[in-house]
């Protein structure tokens, strides 16, 4: 079991404090499926987007476990589940991979704005034709004197419609397989690049996200993250990121819906008894409580293992499977313990269902985590 340090517990007591605030409105937003500027101007200020960089950048210069541990109380504190998917995306897929490969130019350019949320993020690598084959994507980036120009279209990019930055994954040579994929670092009023209207979405509804269309989109050299064809190897870290700290906060709201449904289940009386006192619903609690602590040391430990510089290519896998899943069977066991007042809007818990229900698909599907393992494993053998 990790312990967590006196200075660890301060960042994370120090973001519950903010929370309340984040809360106000969220139904309302929920039901509207309105982005809240002012909601994320409050999450700026708290700190929060800038766990993970340095300093000098006017972050707070934290590694991987602490900013997990944090975030993980952005999960259990705040409610708006889409408010929280929206930080964690401009977090892991802008910030970091501009940390972590970007130029000193890019870092001092674009991290302050990053690490403060006056400049939002975003991350563009799927496309309506390849989905999770990424191999195949379709948007080109062509070199052009000091520049690249990019042409093709990007979906399902969340932050998009909201978005100042977006790191754009094109193809820069067509023969080269994953050494062929560059990552790009587009302003949003670069001429070429165009937001498609908000597309409307099953939950997650206050984290907005549409098309992004590039049409000739010249971008200067400066702007690439890494060097050209290593945007695979870019995309790789950031995946990575992604699924601990997008699922860490998942993990923080199965702990909220778990407290949730204990003192429902102690209060909530029928038949002239606590709910709780019957076996299919403690049953139903008790597996709430190990679903959440397994994926909780799922995740947790593999982050352990990737700050140690270890492969944990199966581990993350495994992670994001077993955390998806819990999110998924939790929300819905939630539900189920509070009856008919779970399946209504004011208590909350059918939006967590909803929301839920996306991280078996974002990040990697269930199906292909699934067959990432089975390769690690000598299972697929597929000739030609």
Sequence with gaps: M????????????????????????????????????????????????????????????????????????????????????????????????????????????????????????????????SGSDALNMRTTATRRGEG?????????????????????????????????????????????????????????????????????????????????GGGFLVLDHVMKWEILCSFIVNVGQMRHRLERCVDYARSRTQFGQPIGSFQSVANRIVDMRTATETASRWLYDTATRMERGENVTVDIATSKLVASQANVDTALSAVQVFGGNGYTAEYGLEAELRDAVAGVIYSGTSDIQRNRIARMMGLDKRKG
């Excluded at 602490?66 to 998917?85: I, K, N, Q």
Aim: proline share 6%; net charge negative; hydrophobic share 40%.
């Design 2 to 129: 990790l312990e967590w340090t006196e200075e660890q517990q301060e960042l994370r007591a120090g973001l519950r404090r903010w929370c309340d605030a984040l809360n106000d409105g969220r139904a309302e937003r929920e039901r509207a499926s309105v982005f809240d500027h002012t909601a994320w101007k409050l999450v700026g200020e708290s700190g929060v987007l800038g766990l993970p960089f340095g300093t000098e950048w006017g972050g707070l210069g934290q590694g991987l476990l602490t900013t997990m541990y944090v975030l993980e109380e952005l999960g259990h504190s705040c409610r708006d589940g889409g408010l929280s998917f929206s930080v964690t995306t401009h977090m892991v897929s802008t910030g970091v991979p501009v940390q972590r490969f970007g130029s000193a130019y890019l870092k001092d350019r674009y991290l302050p704005g990053i690490c403060e949320g006056s400049t939002i993020g975003a991350h563009a690598i799927s496309e309506p034709d």
């Design 148 to 228: 690249w120009v990019l042409s093709g279209s990007k979906t399902f990019v969340s932050n998009g419609p909201v978005a100042d930055l977006v790191v754009v994954y094109a193809r820069t040579d067509p023969d080269a397989g994953p050494l062929g994929v560059t990552a790009f670092l587009v302003e949003r009023d670069t001429p070429g690049l165009s937001v498609g209207r908000p597309i409307e979405k099953m939950g997650l509804r206050t984290s907005p996200f549409a098309e992004v269309f590039l049409d000739d989109c010249v971008v200067p050299a400066a702007n690439v993250i890494g060097r050209p």
